[in-house]
């Protein structure tokens, strides 16, 4: 089945009792069993629930996976493969990761004895010396925030081989639309479902999906242990999203090319990043691995001053001043103060998110309107 097809039908069923078409939302916390530990596989609602059922088996197929497991956020999510790793381990990770990652990795899980290296993975070069008996995970994010760097995946998946590590990717920023990380031999694919695949902004919640069958079952084990469920409401809400993933990805997409190419011609626009320029860095493998390059787009301004950054950011109309991103509406977002406040500046310089440094999260309006929004506000500049 192809992708448009399973976004609308995959892990789906007329309900059994009533026939209604879309999933109910079983407002339940448990269920009554026939005789002890006689029931019908559900028992208590944080190990399952119908409707997160439905959604989780709609999300392997979007990810040509077996299994899928949700969690109340994409941190849940990635707190969960953690916990995979015990005390000595070591995990090999971007340089620019989701700044909410990079948390939870330093000042959470560093405590428990769990090592974490933090490099430049658009370079394998820099990793194959890091590799020692320890290691047991690369995590890897592609594209990344907000520098839109883009990571081969099957470099790790091959570099990763025999070696008994695990290789989880961070598939956020580019949906199962337009890459599946579990095609390319990884063996975890991790979504912030709040993103893309809610597509609505009005969700928090995080998937992981898997083919090995074992590291499903110790996945759910930590789920069900650790607790960090979505409720039925927000599952229905994310399978309502899914069913136009694909229309709105092809819009996404649409969009991005055609206001990335008007930023480019711009003359108070300074350096443009969006993987789909045939010159960016990564141009390659992002043709490679990616179906399409996304509607995530960062841009600089010639004159690189925060003061006119800031102006621009004020004068648009259409575009939100906002964090996150993947909604219908398109967000405007200024990552030194922002999303990366929390990166001393130096640093943050050094790694090219220079003060003028804007991210946008391109929607499914029509471009022309995004186009003459971005224009009005750059003549203010
Ligand atoms: C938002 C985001 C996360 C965290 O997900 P939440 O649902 O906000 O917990 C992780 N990775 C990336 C790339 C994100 O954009």
Redesign the pocket.
């Known amino acids: 089945m192809k992708f448009g097809t399973k976004a609308v039908h995959a892990g789906v069923e007329p309900d059994p009792t009533t026939g209604a078409i879309m999933t109910p939302i079983y407002q339940t916390t448990t269920y009554v069993q026939e005789s002890p530990a006689m029931h019908k596989g559900y028992a208590y609602a944080r190990g399952a629930n119908p409707t997160r059922n439905a959604l989780q088996n709609s999300l392997a197929a979007l990810e040509n996976g077996k299994f899928a497991i949700c969690f109340s956020?994409?941190?849940?999510?990635?707190d969960a493969v953690i916990k995979l790793l015990s005390p000595g381990d070591e995990v090999i990770t971007s340089h620019d990761l989701?700044g909410?990652?990079y948390r939870m990795f330093r000042h959470v899980f560093e405590k428990y004895g769990i090592k974490f290296h933090f490099v430049d993975l658009t370079n394998t070069g820099n990793v194959a010396s890091l590799i020692n008996n320890n290691t047991k995970l690369f995590w890897l994010?592609t594209p990344?925030?907000p520098l839109m760097n883009i990571v081969d995946i099957q470099a790790y998946v091959e570099l990763a081989r025999g070696k008994n590590i695990l290789v989880a990717i961070?598939n956020?920023?580019a949906s199962p639309f337009l890459q599946n990380p579990l095609d390319l031999g990884a063996d975890i694919v991790?979504h912030?479902?709040?993103?893309y695949i809610g597509g609505h902004s009005d969700v928090?919640?995080?998937a992981l999906v898997v083919n090995n069958e074992k590291l499903h079952q110790k996945l759910h084990f930590i789920m069900n242990s650790c607790g960090a469920v979505p409720g039925p409401q927000d599952s229905f809400l994310v399978l309502r999203g899914i069913k136009t993933l694909h229309l709105r990805m092809e819009r996404h997409c649409l969009n991005g090319r055609k206001i990335a190419e008007y930023l480019k011609g711009h003359p108070k626009v300074g350096k443009v990043y969006w993987p789909g320029f045939p010159d960016h860095p990564n141009h390659a493998v992002a043709k490679k691995q990616m179906k399409d390059f996304g509607g995530m787009i960062s841009f600089t301004l010639r004159d690189n001053s925060m003061k006119k950054a800031t102006k621009l950011m004020e004068s648009v109309k259409i575009f939100s001043l906002a964090e996150?991103?993947?909604g219908v509406e398109s967000l405007i977002n200024h990552p030194a103060s922002m999303t990366h406040a929390s990166i001393p500046k130096e640093e943050r310089i050094k790694s090219g998110l220079v003060d003028s440094l804007i991210r946008l999260s391109i929607g499914v309006e029509d471009f022309e309107d995004l186009t003459a929004d971005l224009e009005q506000a750059l003549k203010k500049v």
Do not use: P, Q, R
């Open positions: 956020s994409g941190m849940g999510a990635t989701y909410g990652s994010e990344t925030n961070d956020t920023f991790m912030s479902v709040t993103k928090i919640m995080g996150s991103l993947g």
